[in-house]
Each structure stands twice: as structure tokens, then as C-alpha cells.
């Protein structure tokens, strides 16, 4: 990590392969960057034949399939999962909330369960894309048990359509070997990229937070739609662009090798680089920035309804939650499963930052999944 | 029971209409239907009659600009390095390592072209080939997400499909005509530019055509190792599809895209007969 300037040795390239097939799949872009969300993990036994129940497994049937993002579950809870129901998790991974939308929209994803983010759930519910949840088949979700900030988005005109799985922060990663220190404000994120950092920031090849962090930066709100508001931050992405050294939510591997030194930032990547890489840190932009919360629902065109709510309700268990956080390393809004994590884990700065700082952080509006302005910034901000 | 022969041709060609039906045409009117329709409010696409997609096409102009510079450039240096690879295999290597050799040329088409263009950012990075050059004294040179890297990867990505047709073309080379041209007195350069190179020309056009079309639509290579600021129109594409989710204006950008890859095989098979005119012409044959 120390001198860029050596060859990679053959030890060092197999550890940088396996840090790399370790994080680099990050949170959101790169499925939709590479295999178009195509990229598919089953997960459990294929072949029914091996189930262990053949006569539970009618009672919901055999399967169940699950739309979610890279590198957000245990991988032994499906097995758990496999075993207690017969059913066995089909796992497909996605890039980005738009992107599953997209699939929806078109019809016959053949999803029972997939995983928005607080800001889609409203659009999903405006075109009648997704169930009313009926909660008697979800004994385990226990509204009392979250923080309602992290619930609430699930809930519209008193109907709950979503409960709420993880919620984390959009900040920003830095190498303080090489950035002489915290970085902890969109000033100088943008700014350094043009100056002192030259060719060593990443952005997101997203629109919500790439867009919305450079309005932060002028001071406006993440969400902002107006026009003249995002004519400004068009203007700074575009004079930003020839200095970054990439448009990319696949940040990790840089991050990790060393060619970048800033990056925009979800909290699972922060907290996963920091633990192999110290002087990795993670901090959220003083200005403001992203909060956010994913939940689990049921597209209303979900073939498994029955096996959708039992792994809705499997995955909500306590217990079943610790072993999932433990796993993806993000935050847990639930307090019954936050109450078995470890000291440390609640203690960490990176996933639990203390209240005051998320005061600056805004959730992610439902207007900017579908502005077409937003859309267009950005399709001008990567031709430019 | 007879059939008239008109019938029977009928019914002989109606496997072949089908297939044109089902997988030419169709899919074709869809995205032509679609582009003349409307992206509704929450994206996605909307039915409507209006032409406002394509009148919009100018906001995806630089992504033409960028694929219509590098996919000539990409389909030239591809030429470039596969020619001499072509006449190596075709005409210099003996029979026994011939088989081996083309193996080689094929094996990395058995992995995914995904794993190999992220196996370039290993090489490309800053701890790959800029770290060999640092030590001859070039520091700090970025090669990764530049359309350098780019160029790269679609030369590393396309390089079979331009060695093969022309290998086949210099592998039926008649070798007498050499030895004539030879006996004849001529040297050997200007028997390779007299016989050789007009013979394998149809392998040069073929490998040409092929390679650029497919370029015309690339979107991972520059996604993957120009670091997403290279922008094509198959990244404008994907964007418009599943991002934005712009489904109208998606399909006037594909049917724009097809558009000018018509104009540009027409112009280009073109140039190619007149080539093939002058060939007989000048009675080089």
C-alpha cells in the first residue's frame, strides 16, 4: 500500500484479487455497469430433490426469489431458510433502484421479494407495482422495534406496502495517507479534485448522489429539483470531470490499490475498506449528504406470495438479522437485533455515527428517481 | 397429391420468413413503435405519436461524436496488429504448431470478455504497467480510464474476429503465384503488395466490417476501463434504458444508432466495389 511505484509482486496481486472479489462488487452500479443485473447467485439447493421437506415445502412452495444488492446477506440464513421450509432463495443482485424498477415496470420479473430504497417505494405504490403488506404474516416485524425514521418511508396514506431491512449514509472514503488527513465536507471533495487531489476523486456513476452532493456543495438540498439549482451543480460536475479519475460506483478496488484517494461513499464500502485498510476512513460531508433506508416488499406480481412473506419474516427475526449484519457490516434500525450486536459494531463510528452528525443528511426524495432533468444532467455530465 | 412448384416454394421458404418475422422484424417494430411514443411521468414508456424524441436526438450527440472517432480508430489499430498476426499463422508458421498457435488465438474467447477487460485494469492501474515505466524513469503516467485504455481493450476485446477472416483469405493464397512473381525477378516487398495484400483484401473487408459493427454498439469496455468517462452510444443506451428509464427516447437513440451504421455500410460496401472495380481495371489479377 505504501509505494505505488513498485511492480505488484505475485503475493501482492492474489491479495489484491481476493480484497478485490471481496468488496469490489459494490453496493449498487456494478451490476448495472457489467452484466445489466443479470448476474445471478442461486442460492440453496437447485434440485428439489434434496430438500429436506417435500411435504412443508407444499405449504409455500419450493422456492422462493429474492431481488436484492451485491453483498447485503448471510449467505447461511437462505440455507437456514432451505431447511426450515423447504423453500430455497433464489438470490438475483441488482445496481440500482432504478434498475429494478425498470424490471418491474417491464413485467414478469418473477421476483416475490425485492428490496427499495425509502425514495422508490412511493413510485412503486403510484403505479400499483407493489402489495399492501398484510403484517399478521410477518409476526416478526415489530413496528415499535425501529426507529420510525427508518420505517416510515414504507408506510403510505396509513397503508404499510415495506418494513424496513438496513439503512446507512452516502459519505466519503478517503486514503488519509494521501490526503493528509479526515475529509469530511463536499467543499473539499470538489474542490481538492481539481487542486490537490487531481485525478485521484471518484464520483458515483449514480444520479441521486453524484448530482445530489454537488447541489450540497452549493449549498442546496440533495433533492433539489430546480432547474437553476442543478444548472449549478451541472456547471461544477462538468468543470470537475476532467480531473476525476473515474465516474464509477465500483469504487472499492481503486480505493484499495491506491490509484484513488477519494470517493463518494456508501457506509457497508466505508466500513468494509477501513476494517482491511486503516487508513481508509469514512466521514460524512459536513454540508449534508444522503441518509437512507432499504426495505423488503412484494412486487404485486410476486409468483411466491406465500414463500415471500415467510422469508420476509424469517429475515426479520432477530436472530437471523444479527447473523445478516454481521455479515454486510450496515446498520440495523430494529432495536431487539441492535440489543445482540456487539459493543464494538454499535460503538463504531462508521456505522453508528453519532446523532447530531446525520442531522445535515436528508433521505433521498421520490422525485429525483424519475426527473427527467436529473437523468439528462447526468447522461451530459459522462458524454461531456 | 402434387404441388405447384410456386407452392412449394412457399412452404419451403416460410421457415426462413418466420425466422425473419419473429427475430428480425419484431423486436425491429417494437423499438420503432416505441420511439415515436412518449416516456410516461414515472419513466418507462408512454403510447403517443410525436417525433419530440427524435428532435431530441442532439442531446446524445457527443455520445456519437466518441463512438464515431474511437470505433474507426479501435477497428484501424485492431487491422493493424492483426495483419502481421494473420500472415504469421497463415503464411510463416509450419503446419505442426499452425493448430496450436490458432488455438491461442481463440482461448480467450472462452472467458468471458468481462473478466478479461477487468483483468486490464489490474495491468493498467497504478500498480500494473505505469509502475514498469516509473522504474525507466516515466512517472506518473495515467493509463487507466483514458481512451487510451479504451482503445486497448476494444483492440484486445476485437483482435480474433479480425485475425480469423483474414487468415482463412491468406491461408488460400496460391503460393505459385509467389514463386512466378519470384522467379520473375520481383522482390519479395513488392510481391506482398502486388499479390499478397490485393488477395486478402476480401479477409481485410470482412474482419473490417465485422469489428467495427460490433464496436458501434460496445458499452462495456469503455464503462469498465474508461472509468465511465468515456461515453458511447451503448452507454447512452443502457443509461436510457435502465437508469433513466427513457424507453422513447432509448429506442429513437437505437433506431438513430442503426441508422447510421446503414449509412456507413452502404458507404462503405461501396467503396469496397469501386476498390473491387479498379482491382479488375488495372488487371492486377
Known amino acids: ?76 440464513n437462505f440455507d437456514k431458510f432451505a431447511e426450515m421450509t423447504g423453500a430455497y432463495s433464489q438470490v438475483n443482485v441488482f445496481g440500482s433502484n432504478e434498475e429494478m424498477l425498470a424490471k418491474i415496470q417491464a413485467g414478469g420479473s418473477g421476483w416475490d421479494v425485492f428490496v427499495p430504497t425509502n425514495y422508490a417505494i412511493p413510485t412503486y405504490v403510484d403505479a400499483d407495482l407493489i402489495e399492501p403488506l398484510d403484517l399478521s404474516k410477518i409476526p416478526n416485524y415489530d413496528a415499535a422495534a425501529f426507529d420510525p425514521r427508518f420505517a416510515e418511508a414504507g408506510t403510505i396514506n396509513g397503508t404499510v406496502y415495506a418494513v424496513p431491512k438496513n439503512w446507512g449514509t452516502t459519505g466519503i472514503a478517503f486514503n488519509s495517507d494521501k490526503t493528509g488527513g479526515v475529509v469530511d465536507s463536499w467543499k473539499t471533495f470538489f474542490d481538492g479534485a481539481r487542486d490537490q487531489f487531481d485525478g485521484r476523486v471518484m464520483v458515483h456513476d449514480y444520479q441521486l448522489t453524484t448530482i445530489g452532493n454537488a447541489l450540497v456543495y452549493h449549498g442546496f438540498s440533495f433533492n433539489s429539483v430546480d432547474p437553476a439549482e ?19 460506483s465500483d469504487y472499492q478496488p481503486a480505493m484499495r490499490n491506491g490509484d484513488a484517494w477519494l470517493t463518494m461513499c456508501w457506509t457497508g464500502d466505508g ?45 426479520l427475526d432477530p436472530e437471523v438479522n444479527k447473523a445478516e449484519a454481521l455479515a ?16 464494538e459494531l454499535l460503538n463504531d463510528p462508521i456505522l453508528y455515527p453519532a446523532a447530531e452528525e446525520l442531522d445535515a443528511l436528508e433521505f433521498g426524495a421520490a422525485v429525483t428517481l424519475t426527473d427527467p432533468n436529473r437523468a439528462e444532467l447526468m447522461a451530459r455530465f459522462k458524454s461531456a | 397429391m402434387a404441388m405447384t412448384p410456386s407452392r412449394a416454394r412457399g412452404l419451403l421458404l416460410t421457415p426462413a420468413g418466420l425466422w425473419y418475422a419473429a427475430l428480425l422484424l419484431l423486436p425491429l417494430a417494437v423499438v420503432l413503435i416505441f420511439s ?11 403510447p403517443g405519436f410525436t417525433f ?33 498476426l494473420a500472415y504469421f499463422l497463415a503464411v510463416k508458421v509450419t503446419p505442426k504448431w499452425k493448430t496450436l498457435l490458432l488455438v491461442l488465438v481463440i482461448v480467450p474467447f472462452w472467458t468471458s470478455i468481462l473478466i478479461r477487460s477487468y483483468a486490464w485494469i489490474f495491468l493498467l492501474g497504478g500498480k500494473g504497467i505505469p509502475a514498469l515505466l516509473a522504474h525507466l524513469g516515466l512517472e506518473d503516467i495515467r493509463l487507466l480510464n483514458t481512451p487510451f ?55 481485410v473487408l470482412t474482419g473490417c466490417m465485422l469489428v467495427f459493427i460490433l464496436l458501434m454498439g460496445e458499452f462495456l469496455i469503455p464503462a469498465i476501463l474508461g472509468g465511465g468517462k468515456v461515453f458511447f452510444v451503448g452507454n447512452a443506451l443502457v443509461d436510457l434504458f435502465l437508469q433513466s428509464r427513457n424507453w422513447a427516447f432509448g429506442s429513437a437513440v437505437a433506431v438513430a444508432l442503426v441508422v447510421v451504421m446503414l449509412v456507413v455500410v452502404a458507404l462503405y460496401s461501396r467503396a469496397v466495389k469501386r476498390f473491387g472495380a479498379t482491382r479488375d481495371d488495372t488487371g492486377l489479377m
Open chain 2, 149 to 203: 485504455a479504451v482503445l486497448v481493450g476494444i483492440v484486445y476485446g476485437y483482435l480474433p474476429l479480425m485475425v480469423f477472416p483474414i487468415y482463412v483469405a491468406l491461408e488460400k493464397l496460391d503460393k505459385r503465384l509467389l514463386e512466378a512473381s519470384a522467379d520473375l525477378g520481383t522482390p519479395p516487398w513488392r510481391s506482398f503488395l502486388q499479390i499478397t495484400l490485393p488477395l486478402s483484401m476480401p479477409g
Open chain 1, 271 to 315: 466500513k468494509q475498506m477501513h476494517t482491511d485498510i486503516p487508513e481508509i476512513g469514512f466521514a460524512l460531508g459536513k454540508e449534508g449528504g444522503e441518509i437512507w433506508s432499504d426495505y423488503y416488499a412484494i412486487p404485486k406480481d410476486a409468483p411466491h406470495k406465500e414463500a415471500a412473506y415467510a422469508l420476509i419474516n424469517f429475515l
Open chain 1, 230 to 248: 442543478l444548472a449549478q451543480a451541472e456547471k461544477l460536475l462538468i468543470d470537475v470531470k476532467p480531473h476525476l479519475y473515474a465516474i464509477s
Open chain 2, 52 to 84: 419530440a424524441q427524435y428532435a431530441n436526438l442532439p442531446a446524445r450527440f457527443a455520445a456519437f461524436r466518441n463512438t464515431l472517432t474511437l470505433a474507426p480508430i479501435g477497428t484501424l489499430a485492431a487491422l493493424l496488429i492483426a495483419y502481421p
Open chain 1, 328 to 343: 454486510h457490516g450496515y446498520p440495523v434500525a430494529d432495536s431487539r437485533t441492535n440489543a445482540m450486536l456487539p459493543e
Open chain 2, 36 to 46: 415515436f411514443g412518449e416516456r410516461s411521468p414515472i419513466g418507462g414508456y408512454a
Open chain 1, 1 to 76: 500500500m505504501k509505494d505505488d511505484n513498485k511492480p505488484i509482486s505475485r503475493k501482492a496481486f492474489m491479495q489484491e484479487l481476493r480484497s478485490y472479489r471481496n468488496g469490489s462488487i459494490t453496493r449498487r452500479h456494478f451490476m448495472g455497469v457489467t452484466g445489466l443485473g443479470t448476474a445471478m447467485a442461486v442460492m440453496g439447493g437447485t434440485m428439489p430433490a434434496f430438500l429436506p421437506s417435500r411435504a412443508r415445502a407444499q405449504e409455500i412452495g419450493d422456492r422462493v426469489v429474492l431481488a436484492t444488492w451485491p453483498n447485503y446477506h448471510d449467505p447461511a
